[in-house]
């Protein structure tokens, strides 16, 4: 099979994006490997699938694909590229469109100075829902690990994160601690690990540890989790900006049961097709 695609990226958080509407696809998780494979596929992130919505009142379906072939829930940068791949492949006129996930409906539109805002929905803190598994839903919980015990604020963002204060963005223990927050068995859909550092009341850095992915460049739901959790802990206020290894994302949250809704740049690479 001869696959065309687009490799996109958001703050270097990158994809290989796929239209799932003009043609019929169902890759299987060794084809999706093998296009995230930097070495002997195309190289990515996630793989994202443009699909024909499946429901009324949506424009599009949108399924994400780690680089392990795991299908999961959101990607806040990925909706952004996917705002950008369907106007660029001629697919809507409309600047302002609906997106089926598995996690629900996102509302992603482009901006006049061509960036694109995504209403990624509102928070989540109950840890049934999140999912995590705790007796409460207090912002602060412990967390053992194998040698030490950190503080996390677990938080839905239509899939799970864990985030982490670290006085030090640079020297946090990423690498390390990073696929051991991810497996931890009191996350049972696994978990995205967050290390967020705050520099004002408006501004923060965040890396992020992407379960079936490792650390990437930009993480837009991991900002959108840091931010929530830095707001509802009375560390931060809205707007924030959030500074990633590869740029900023501007996040924006009033709180309560409000969405929350994140700005950001979405970028075409180059076009291919590759033999699977």
Known sequence: ?????????????????????????????????????????????????????????????????????????????????????????????????????????????????GSITVDMGRPEFAAARIPFVSETDDLLQPLRLADEEIVITAVGMGNPHAVQLVVDVDTAPVERQGPAIELHPRFPQRVNAGFMQVSDRHAIRLRVHERGAGETLACGTGACAAVVAGIARGLLDSPVRVATRRGALRVAWSGKDSPVFMTGPAVTVFKGEIKL
């Open 1 to 113: 099979m001869l696959l065309p695609f687009v490799k996109m990226h958001g703050l270097g958080n990158d994809f290989v994006v796929l239209d799932g509407v003009r043609q019929s696809l169902e890759l299987t998780p060794a084809q999706l490997r093998r296009l995230a494979d930097r070495h002997f596929g195309v190289g990515c992130d996630q793989v994202l699938l443009v699909e024909a919505p499946t429901r009324p009142g949506v424009d599009f379906r949108y399924r994400i694909f780690n680089a392990d072939g795991g299908e999961v829930e959101q990607c806040g940068n990925g909706a952004r590229c996917f705002v950008r791949f369907v106007h660029e492949q001629g697919l809507t006129t409309r600047r302002q469109i609906r997106v089926e996930t598995i996690s629900g409906v996102i509302v992603p539109w482009l901006e006049d100075d």
